[in-house]
């Protein structure tokens, strides 16, 4: 598109406007991160220097140090996000696939009591998860998975809105599809995993940053259901920084920076593959 | 290669029956065609052979096995969709393998059926696109070829030509009815346009409220449509209708003009007579009294709309060429060896003597 087919192009007042007012939601969006990453790289007796009385310095740091970094290395955080990322990235293949199974036989299906177990489903994509984490944990440990990988990951596994997302895309691919695999001799097993699964990749992306993202930044279950030590999740490890005694600022900035862009990532990577669907589906 | 035989079928959705007992042979190697409007029950009937659909009573039999209980994957059969149902993921080439991949075909002979096949539609260039890539015409083929690379003992069509335009449409009947000869295989084939019924089927089932109306060759059923249903809904511009009453063996019109056609005494009472557009003649010494609403000329005849002295709306199909304005009085006779004759209360036919 030119400039000058652009709407109030030429208007300049009302195009200088519209910018003004982009760039001051983009800042107010981004300032509290950016400070954040910026008093990352602050030395620890600087951290509230600036703070009583506004000046440059109050966002930009006087001098630049890395240790905050560095000092993470001796604390527990590397092997965090270690179990952070390995939490997250097991939920999300296997969730994927148990979610994309369910959703394809409510989707294909007609089974006794669909309609019930499908509002079940959805109401576990409603209930706020403080309401259940007391009968969730004695399930858990009845199960004696209690303060093991098992507990932070199979409860994550069936995601209801994960599950309404499969469903409603399988529902809308023409059955004709799934029967024409029936009649080429296909079972129902080669169908989803080898015509609905290939088709419903955008789904497929899309549900598996939700679950990444949700289990990435899960705190108050591993919190509850993982104590040990060597099991503390990413979040868990962040938040030792503040206790009764004092926070040590520092670390907890550096510690969220690298968090921050570790959940972006597969977003970023992703992002080109979404944008071309979204571009791609018009041409049909 | 097998005949399939359609016992007494039923199908019902809760209380709400839509087959209601329906018999059909289909011999070994015909080219079957189920036809009539929608709601008719045909495509539930052949989703019934195929599998897709439960039987809710009756039996079908494919070959000599009654399949009611088998699945869709074991019946040996190949379907085309009215919307194609390609893979959208897969090229050409692996949507027309996809079958013979399930039923793990050494991959080499998988490739010979699928060039054979892919020669044959004309679509060797295209094999390694993608369905979304194609026309919808090449779409068309690319489902056939995935039903031909299977070499079933039966094809089913369902509506396969009625999303393409009507050159296209015209082009594939030739095709279908070709890949028939030289297949040999036995087709069943539903469609609501009576014209691909006429032109392409060695026997036709004219479907109409969950019943098959009339089962015969396509001509046959032109000729001797069994009620009144039929009559109308083959053949087009559709068969007239002219309201009469019949008495010790003479039919009488409306307007009380003689019909020259003999009846048994035993038909008294109400009836209809049918006659068809191009059986209806423009004729100054001819019977019936018409007054011309509309002259359409397609170039090779020219159809005439027009009402009866008795106000029933009729169509003239005639090879020349008619100038005549709308409004005017024309006099029109009909074949009298050309005519039908229905019992008005139960649409039956009725045969002349």
Redesign the interface.
């Known amino acids: 598109m030119s400039d000058t087919t652009r709407p109030g192009s030429n208007r300049p007042i009302l195009h200088f406007g519209r910018y003004t007012l982009m760039w001051a939601l983009a800042v107010l969006a981004l300032a509290p991160l950016l400070w954040m990453f910026l008093s990352s790289l602050r030395p620890t007796q600087e951290m509230f220097a600036h703070a009583s009385s506004f000046s440059w310095h109050t966002i930009w740091p006087e001098t630049f140090t890395f240790q905050n970094y560095t000092a993470l290395l001796e604390t527990g955080f590397p092997r965090a996000i270690g179990n952070s990322l390995f939490i997250a990235v097991v939920t999300m293949v296997v969730g994927v696939f148990v979610n994309a199974a369910a959703a394809f036989a409510f989707a294909t299906f007609d089974f006794r009591f669909r309609g019930p177990l499908f509002l079940l489903v959805l109401l576990t994509a409603m209930m706020p998860f403080e309401a259940i984490v007391l009968p969730l944990y004695m399930l858990v440990n009845a199960l004696g998975m209690i303060d093991s990988y098992s507990a932070l990951i199979v409860p994550e596994l069936a995601n209801g809105f994960v599950i309404l997302m499969f469903r409603q895309f399988f529902a809308a691919i023409p059955r004709e599809l799934y029967e024409a695999g029936r009649i080429d001799g296909a079972s129902w097993l080669r169908i989803f995993l080898t015509i609905a699964l290939p088709v419903s990749w955008p789904v497929i992306l899309t549900g598996s940053i939700m679950i990444f993202i949700t289990q990435f930044e899960a705190f108050f279950w591993p919190l509850v259901a993982a104590p040990s030590a060597e099991l503390t999740v990413a979040q868990v490890e962040i938040a030792k920084n503040i206790s009764l005694e004092g926070a040590n600022w520092g670390q907890l900035f550096s510690s969220m920076s690298i968090v921050c862009v570790v959940a972006a990532l597969p977003f970023l990577v992703f992002q080109r593959f979404y944008i071309r669907n979204v571009a791609s589906s018009g041409i049909k | 290669m097998a005949q399939v035989k359609i016992a007494q079928v039923r199908k019902a959705y809760g209380d709400n029956e839509v087959l209601h007992g329906v018999d059909i042979d289909i011999p070994d190697g015909s080219f079957t065609i189920l036809v009539g409007p929608s709601g008719c029950g045909k495509s539930t009937l052949l989703r019934m052979i ?3 659909e439960a039987i809710s009573d009756g039996e079908v039999i494919i070959g000599d096995k009654v399949v009611n209980d088998i ?3 074991e019946r040996d ?3 085309v ?3 194609y ?5 897969l090229t050409v080439a692996q949507n027309m393998g ?2 013979l991949k ?2 793990k075909v050494p991959k080499a002979e998988i490739e010979t059926k699928v060039k054979d096949a892919a020669k044959m539609l004309g679509l060797t260039e295209y094999l390694n696109r993608r369905p ?1 890539k194609l026309s919808g015409g090449q779409r068309q083929r690319v489902a056939m070829g ?1 039903a031909i690379v ?1 070499d079933p003992s039966v094809f089913l069509f369902d509506e396969p030509l009625s999303n393409l335009d009507a050159k296209m449409r015209g082009q594939m009947r030739t095709e279908l009815r070709s890949m028939h000869r030289r297949l040999g295989s036995t087709m069943i084939y539903v469609t609501h346009d009576q014209i691909e019924a006429m032109t392409m089927a060695d026997q036709i089932v004219v479907m109409n409220g969950g019943y098959a109306q009339q089962i015969g060759a396509p001509l046959d059923i032109y000729d001797r449509p069994q009620n009144l249903f039929v009559a109308s809904f083959i053949g087009a511009p559709a068969m007239n209708f002219l309201k009469a009453k019949a008495e010790g063996g003479q039919v009488h019109l409306t307007d009380g003009t003689l019909v020259d056609m003999k009846v048994s005494d035993t038909v008294t009472g109400d009836v209809i007579v049918g006659v068809r557009p191009e059986h209806l003649t423009l004729d100054p010494n001819g019977a019936l009294q018409i007054t011309v609403d509309e002259v359409e000329p397609t170039g090779s005849e020219t159809h005439i709309s027009a009402t009866t002295a008795a106000g029933i709306a009729v169509k003239l199909v005639t090879a020349e060429r008619v100038s005549a304005e709308s409004g005017a009085a024309l006099k029109a006779a009909y074949q009298a060896d050309k005519l039908h004759l229905f019992d008005a209360e139960t649409t039956n036919r009725i045969e002349t003597l």
Do not use: C, D, E, T
Request: glycine share 4%.
């Open positions: 195929a599998g897709l699945s869709s994957p059969i190949a379907m969709f009215q919307n149902a390609l893979y959208p993921h996809f079958s399930v039923a979304q995935r299977r």
